[in-house]
């Protein structure tokens, strides 16, 4: 005749989480966190803010991109107007190849 047994056992362990679904984020900036949505065991979605961080290095960093747009287009513009004066005779080949020049470099 079979029957069920009932016994406890006691041994040490660790629980870890499943590191299959664990997601490391690394900054790419420094900075302090400002404010934050969520806690621990939350569900979160693909694309959920979780944070927001202030960085001064990346604030910088998009400063000197935004400056650096400015002068591609103020150098765009320039190397367009220079071609319609080359076109109407105003201007010499010279100084389109110049500000062909200065666009590329932008």
């Known amino acids: 005749m079979n029957r069920a047994t009932e016994t406890t056992l006691r041994v040490p362990g660790i629980v870890k989480p499943d590191e299959y679904r664990e997601v490391h984020v ?7 966190r400002q404010a ?3 806690v621990l065991g939350d569900h979160v979605r693909s694309g959920q ?3 927001v961080i202030f960085s001064s290095e990346l604030a910088e960093a998009e400063t000197q991109y935004l400056a650096y747009l400015a002068e ?6 320039k190397l367009q107007r220079t071609q319609n004066l080359v ?9 389109e ?3 062909d020049g200065d666009a590329r470099r932008a």
């Open 26 to 32: 690394r900054p790419i900036a420094d900075g302090h």
């Open 36 to 38: 934050s949505s969520g």
């Open 49 to 51: 803010p979780l944070a």
């Open 72 to 77: 591609l287009d103020a150098e765009h513009k």
């Open 87 to 95: 076109r109407l005779g105003a201007a010499s080949r010279q100084e």
């Open 97 to 99: 190849e110049e500000g």
